[in-house]
Protein backbone atom coordinates (compact mmCIF):
# COMPACT_ATOMS: atom_id res chain seq x y z
CA UNK A 1 0.00 0.00 0.00
CA UNK A 2 0.96 3.57 -1.34
CA UNK A 3 -0.30 6.32 0.09
CA UNK A 4 0.37 9.97 -1.99
CA UNK A 5 0.26 13.84 -0.75
CA UNK A 6 0.83 16.55 -2.97
CA UNK A 7 1.72 20.23 -2.36
CA UNK A 8 2.72 23.20 -3.76
CA UNK A 9 -0.19 23.99 -5.85
CA UNK A 10 -1.59 27.62 -5.72
CA UNK A 11 -2.63 30.67 -7.97
CA UNK A 12 0.39 31.68 -10.48
CA UNK A 13 0.35 34.54 -13.07
CA UNK A 14 1.39 33.63 -16.92
CA UNK A 15 5.17 33.13 -16.88
CA UNK A 16 5.37 31.99 -13.59
CA UNK A 17 7.04 28.76 -12.16
CA UNK A 18 5.76 26.44 -9.30
CA UNK A 19 6.80 23.10 -7.95
CA UNK A 20 4.87 20.33 -7.11
CA UNK A 21 6.15 17.51 -4.49
CA UNK A 22 4.41 14.14 -3.91
CA UNK A 23 5.58 12.85 -0.67
CA UNK A 24 5.04 8.73 -0.58
CA UNK A 25 4.72 6.13 2.18
CA UNK A 26 5.96 2.86 1.89
CA UNK A 27 9.72 1.61 2.13
CA UNK A 28 9.43 0.30 -1.60
CA UNK A 29 9.47 3.90 -3.31
CA UNK A 30 12.50 3.04 -5.25
CA UNK A 31 10.41 0.55 -7.21
CA UNK A 32 7.57 2.35 -8.21
CA UNK A 33 6.95 4.39 -11.83
CA UNK A 34 5.94 7.77 -10.90
CA UNK A 35 3.76 9.86 -12.67
CA UNK A 36 1.87 13.05 -12.77
CA UNK A 37 -1.90 13.51 -14.13
CA UNK A 38 -4.02 16.67 -14.26
CA UNK A 39 -7.17 17.48 -14.72
CA UNK A 40 -9.00 20.60 -15.54
CA UNK A 41 -13.27 21.34 -15.31
CA UNK A 42 -14.62 19.22 -18.03
CA UNK A 43 -12.03 17.34 -19.21
CA UNK A 44 -10.62 14.24 -18.93
CA UNK A 45 -7.41 13.39 -16.93
CA UNK A 46 -4.42 13.62 -18.63
CA UNK A 47 -0.74 12.42 -18.95
CA UNK A 48 1.89 15.17 -17.58
CA UNK A 49 5.11 13.41 -16.65
CA UNK A 50 6.34 10.15 -15.71
CA UNK A 51 9.52 9.00 -14.61
CA UNK A 52 10.23 5.10 -14.44
CA UNK A 53 11.68 3.37 -11.27
CA UNK A 54 15.21 3.56 -13.71
CA UNK A 55 14.90 7.05 -13.74
CA UNK A 56 13.88 6.95 -17.30
CA UNK A 57 11.53 10.24 -18.28
CA UNK A 58 8.28 11.13 -19.97
CA UNK A 59 6.40 14.15 -21.13
CA UNK A 60 3.50 14.85 -22.37
CA UNK A 61 4.72 17.29 -25.74
CA UNK A 62 1.99 19.89 -24.04
CA UNK A 63 4.25 20.44 -21.32
CA UNK A 64 7.96 19.28 -22.82
CA UNK A 65 10.87 21.75 -22.02
CA UNK A 66 8.49 23.48 -19.95
CA UNK A 67 7.89 21.42 -17.02
CA UNK A 68 10.86 18.56 -15.68
CA UNK A 69 9.92 16.21 -13.50
CA UNK A 70 12.51 14.67 -10.40
CA UNK A 71 12.96 12.25 -7.71
CA UNK A 72 14.30 11.72 -4.90
CA UNK A 73 14.21 8.33 -3.07
CA UNK A 74 15.89 9.15 0.07
CA UNK A 75 12.85 11.24 0.55
CA UNK A 76 10.61 9.16 -0.93
CA UNK A 77 9.59 12.38 -2.92
CA UNK A 78 8.49 12.88 -6.59
CA UNK A 79 8.68 16.71 -7.75
CA UNK A 80 7.08 18.51 -10.76
CA UNK A 81 8.82 21.88 -11.38
CA UNK A 82 6.82 24.03 -13.83
CA UNK A 83 8.00 27.06 -15.53
CA UNK A 84 6.94 29.55 -18.16
CA UNK A 85 3.18 28.65 -16.88
CA UNK A 86 0.46 29.62 -19.12
CA UNK A 87 -3.45 29.60 -18.08
CA UNK A 88 -4.13 26.55 -20.33
CA UNK A 89 -2.23 24.87 -17.73
CA UNK A 90 -4.89 25.06 -14.88
CA UNK A 91 -6.04 21.81 -13.38
CA UNK A 92 -5.84 20.04 -10.44
CA UNK A 93 -2.57 17.91 -10.89
CA UNK A 94 -2.21 14.55 -8.99
CA UNK A 95 0.65 12.61 -8.50
CA UNK A 96 0.07 8.32 -9.11
CA UNK A 97 2.23 5.26 -8.60
CA UNK A 98 2.58 1.87 -10.25
CA UNK A 99 4.81 -1.32 -9.74
CA UNK A 100 4.53 -1.44 -13.56
CA UNK A 101 7.10 -0.99 -16.16
CA UNK A 102 5.07 -0.25 -19.37
CA UNK A 103 2.71 2.06 -20.31
CA UNK A 104 3.78 4.92 -17.98
CA UNK A 105 1.53 7.58 -19.70
CA UNK A 106 -1.80 5.69 -19.39
CA UNK A 107 -3.81 6.60 -16.14
CA UNK A 108 -4.77 3.15 -15.87
CA UNK A 109 -1.30 1.85 -15.71
CA UNK A 110 -1.43 3.38 -11.82
CA UNK A 111 -2.40 1.69 -8.81
CA UNK A 112 -2.15 4.58 -6.02
CA UNK A 113 -3.49 7.65 -6.72
CA UNK A 114 -3.24 11.79 -4.69
CA UNK A 115 -5.86 13.79 -3.56
CA UNK A 116 -4.61 16.60 -6.00
CA UNK A 117 -3.39 20.06 -5.88
CA UNK A 118 -4.73 22.77 -7.37
CA UNK A 119 -2.71 24.92 -10.27
CA UNK A 120 -4.48 28.03 -11.27
CA UNK A 121 -2.66 30.16 -14.00
CA UNK A 122 -3.85 33.81 -14.37
CA UNK A 123 -3.86 35.98 -17.39
Known amino acids: QVQLVESGGGLVQAGGSLRLSCAAS????????LGWFRQAPGKEREFVAAITWSGTIYYADSVKGRFTISRDNAKNTVYLQMNSLRPEDTAVYYCAASLLRTSVRAAGTYNYWGQGTQVTVSS
Open 26 to 33: GRTFSSYS
